[in-house]
């Protein structure tokens, strides 16, 4: 029986958890790992804006329910007493399907710019957890795209050496051949 002035709501029951845990068990599914951060005093339009640019990355935002996010670690075989401490408080759960730094990278330029309303919690990456500085020196790392040309300039130095010394050898000596004819032709003339 409802009290005056109060509406009685409805229980929601298990379906609804069972739907947020599906949907932290796909987002946790590969193995990238995933880094969480304290959303707390964050605006719902600067939310917004971050879960958009993240988007465009390919990066899934997710608030989190730490009870419900610690069920979907045990599910997919994480020891949740390792990353426990990290499930208290506001949760953000940021993953990634392809790139496992780009995470840690959006969420450390997105902490940066909130001005202290989002704040990097820790991580897990490869079976092993991440307190926030780590989180933020894997951020801080180069794009896989800067290592590869990076990788690409170290192996074509060597070459370009290479190619330089020869065509400075070949120089000298044509360089040589040029003094010894000016020397017959000077020799001839007197």
């Known amino acids: 029986m409802a009290k005056l002035g109060k509406v009685p709501t409805k229980r929601r029951g298990r379906a609804p958890k069972d739907k947020v845990l599906g949907k932290f068990e796909t987002m946790l ?57 990290l499930l208290s408080g506001p949760t953000v759960l940021i993953t990634s399907k392809e790139d496992p730094v780009s995470p840690a990278k959006l969420l450390t330029e997105a902490a940066k710019a909130s001005e202290g309303k989002l704040a990097v919690k820790g991580g897990y990456f ?29 192996l074509q130095a060597p070459s370009q050496k290479l190619a330089v010394s ?25």
């Not at 991440?130 to 300039?153: D, H, I, T």
């Open 126 to 154: 490869e079976g092993k957890v991440l307190n926030p500085s780590e989180v933020e020196a894997l951020g801080n790392m180069p794009s896989k795209e800067q290592l590869l040309s990076r990788l690409c300039g170290s």
């Open 29 to 85: 599914d590969h193995e990238n790992g995933f880094v969480l951060a304290d959303n707390l005093g964050m605006t719902v339009a600067s939310m917004t804006e971050m879960r958009a640019k993240m988007r465009g990355s390919n990066v899934q935002v997710k608030v989190a329910k730490n009870r419900l996010l610690r069920i979907a670690l045990e599910r997919k075989g994480v020891d949740a007493s390792t990353i426990g401490k």
């Open 166 to 190: 020869l065509n400075q050898t070949v120089a000298k000596i044509a360089y040589a051949v040029d003094a010894y004819r000016r020397k017959l032709e000077g020799g001839d003339a007197a």
